[in-house]
């Protein structure tokens, strides 16, 4: 893994420009995705600022800390204390949000695989399992939402029974019932759906505006749409920031599928932004921060 590739991309500063206005604009959808989620599961009001300043402080203790230690630990306590909610809706909410994002990818991914079925197939038989993942998710993900929404009954009895595990019991089962309660919304979940749809396109396309340049103008954008989207899904994987050394292994393997080498070192471009425009949240933490939250990150 060198920054050889890095260093060339810096010479092309309109494509840095799109894709970091990019990943700024997919994560104030994210933001707009998490207050409508909120919103409409307490009636609790929030403003899309402030819903915007919490998702940021968010990303910010998100790359900065490994392991368990989150943002969205930092995230619930502000929501919680600024907005009067009680702190496990407000987790089961940021937990939903983060599922529904990662849902948003496979559909995505789903949809890469689809649509540019026939250009895959090109790059041979690697390419191949892709395709048979991308067409499985695209017939299971709409059936796992039609059970969602017609077994919430059954599914509702199935979660009492968590009511008997010792000392967590009472917890487990409110967090399992709030969720549930979410996910069986309708109108929550189409429109958080979308939403993610919306903010992991610009995560795509500000992947592929910055990688397309770095490789010499030929990075394919069906390419993209199978790279982004389970190159992503592994960085979410709580145990590096910002999922360090495990995306750059991900990305590694994913490009070899499609004759592209040094994948590590053409991650560190993407991660770069990311961490760029996440770092960003040190300014909204600021006006936010207090002696109480320090207590709180000192005593982790």
């Known amino acids: 893994m060198d920054f050889g590739f890095f260093k060339i991309s810096l010479k092309y500063k309109w494509e840095w420009f799109l894709c970091l206005s990019l990943l700024v604009l997919s994560d104030v959808i994210a933001s707009l995705r998490w207050k409508v989620i909120l919103t409409k599961s307490t009636e609790q009001k929030l403003s899309m600022l402030h819903a915007l300043q919490l998702t940021w402080i968010g990303l910010f ?50 949809f890469g695989i689809i ?4 250009e895959l197939l090109m790059y041979g038989d690697q390419a191949k399992y892709l395709i048979h993942s991308g067409e499985a998710i695209g017939v299971a993900l709409p059936l796992f939402f039609i059970f969602l929404f017609m077994s919430k009954r059954h599914l509702a009895e199935v979660i009492s029974l968590t009511k008997r595990i010792p000392f967590l019991g009472t917890h487990t089962n409110n967090f399992l019932q709030i969720l549930l309660d ?12 979308f939403l993610s749809i919306l903010a992991q396109l610009c995560a795509i396309l500000a992947f592929w505006f910055i990688m397309n340049p770095a490789v010499g103008g030929r990075f394919p954008l069906e390419v993209a749409f199978c790279v982004v989207p389970l190159g992503v899904l592994t960085t979410a994987i709580p145990i590096t920031p910002a999922g360090l050394g495990i995306g750059h292994l991900a990305f590694d393997v994913l490009m070899q599928l499609f004759n592209f080498s040094s994948g590590a070192s053409l991650f560190n471009i993407f991660i770069a932004g990311i961490m760029f425009v996440n770092l ?17 990150l000192a005593e982790s």
Do not use: E, M
């Not at 649509?115 to 026939?118: D, G, P, R, S």
């Not at 979410?182 to 759906?193: D, E, G, H, R």
């Not at 921060?289 to 709180?296: A, G, M």
């Open 61 to 110: 203790f998100n790359t900065v800390l490994p392991g368990i230690i989150s943002g969205d630990l930092i995230k619930v306590y502000y929501t919680a204390k600024r907005n009067y909610v009680r702190r496990t809706h407000t987790f089961s909410t940021i937990i939903y949000d983060r599922l529904i994002g990662l849902f948003g990818l496979l559909i995505l991914y789903s």
């Open 115 to 118: 649509f540019w079925k026939k």
């Open 182 to 193: 979410i996910t069986t919304n309708k109108i929550i979940t189409l429109a958080s759906i």
């Open 280 to 296: 960003l949240g040190i300014f909204p933490y600021i006006l936010y921060s207090d002696k109480k939250l320090k207590d709180v």
